[in-house]
Nanobody, 115 residues
């Protein structure tokens, strides 16, 4: 069993920045991928950003150029740097990790973008 713990959410004004962290209880060196998803009220959970074992990244179109996913293998932690935040970025952000043994989710962290 793998535990993923997200942190870094909060309330921020439009145009502001936040950095989310996802700490894994297992080494992320051998992941298939690590990803961030978000779920806005009344909407389905959607993929925001993903990084593979080889370091290949991809992003949902609306966050390209604003969000950056990165990882620190020594800390078994994945980050999501979010800049130029918009009200439509509001939601619960979830970390997902995929290993050979299976996929695991964190409990989520709330991000609210509002003036």
């Amino acid at each position: 069993q793998v535990q993923l713990v997200e942190s870094g959410g909060g309330l921020v004004q439009p145009g502001g920045s936040l950095r989310l962290s996802c700490a894994a209880s297992r080494s992320i060196f051998s992941i298939n991928f690590m990803a961030w998803y978000r779920q806005a009220p009344g909407k389905e959970r959607e993929l925001v950003a993903r990084v593979t074992r080889r370091g290949v990244t991809d992003y949902e179109d609306s966050v390209k150029g604003r969000f950056t996913i990165s990882r620190d293998n020594t800390q078994s932690t994945v980050y999501l740097q979010m800049n130029s935040l918009k009200p439509e970025d509001t939601g619960v952000y979830y970390c997902k990790g995929s290993w050979y043994s299976g996929d695991y989710w964190g409990q989520g962290t709330q991000v609210t973008v509002s003036s």
